[in-house]
């Protein structure tokens, strides 16, 4: 059975994207948080997006600037097998990315059952609020970046249930940044 995890990068007023759905932000150019991107890049499993965060994603990670900046982190993501979540695109087209116009939830919860190294998640607020919602999520890396945004897109947007949550670990970078590592309280 795969574990589903959430990997955000959230400013300290709880936006992982700004009003316009920049998630910029959270770049860092500081010796230590690139070398635990690096190390997190090392994972293996599917990166699962909704279209908004691919959009995002492709824009960025394909480019000669995203090689020269991370190349590890790079490569990998640009490797990766990929899902993207949109009943309005017509195809995807960054290398091994699949285009799923189902219903995530269900989707998912087929995706869970199989045998593989995982699905990891990043931004795609609707769809980790989707997801939550129906249990299926089982651990979340919450990055919190020392930056006010004063508004924008929220990891669980759109949830309708309270989800309560452990912390289990958590890490502190010289940069003032917390990685937060919780699981769903069931």
């Not at 640009?78 to 285009?99: C, G, I, P, R």
């Not at 593989?116 to 979340?140: N, P």
């Not at 947007?157 to 940044?177: A, D, I, M, P, Y």
Request: no cysteine.
């Amino acid at each position: 059975m795969q574990t589903v995890m959430v990997f955000n990068n959230v400013s300290v007023d709880g936006y992982i994207a700004d009003d316009k759905g920049d998630m910029s932000f959270a770049r860092n150019d500081d010796a230590e948080w690139n070398e635990f991107t690096r190390g997190n890049a090392k994972g293996g499993g599917t990166l699962l997006f909704g279209r908004k965060t691919y959009d995002l994603m492709v824009s960025f990670w394909p480019t000669p600037a995203a090689t020269a900046m991370m190349p590890e982190v790079a490569e990998k993501m640009n490797s990766a097998q990929k899902l993207v979540f949109s009943k309005t695109m017509e195809k995807a087209e960054w290398k091994n990315t699949t285009l799923v116009k189902s219903d995530p939830v269900e989707a998912v919860r087929k995706m869970k059952a199989e045998a593989g190294e995982g699905i990891v998640i990043f931004g795609s607020g609707t769809i980790v609020a989707q997801l939550a919602g129906a249990g299926l999520i089982d651990e979340y890396q919450i990055a919190v970046i020392p930056v006010a945004l004063g508004g924008g897109r929220t990891m669980f947007e759109g949830l309708e249930e309270r989800q309560r949550l452990k912390l289990t670990k958590h890490r502190v970078f010289g940069n003032g940044s917390v990685l937060l590592h919780y699981e769903p309280v069931r």
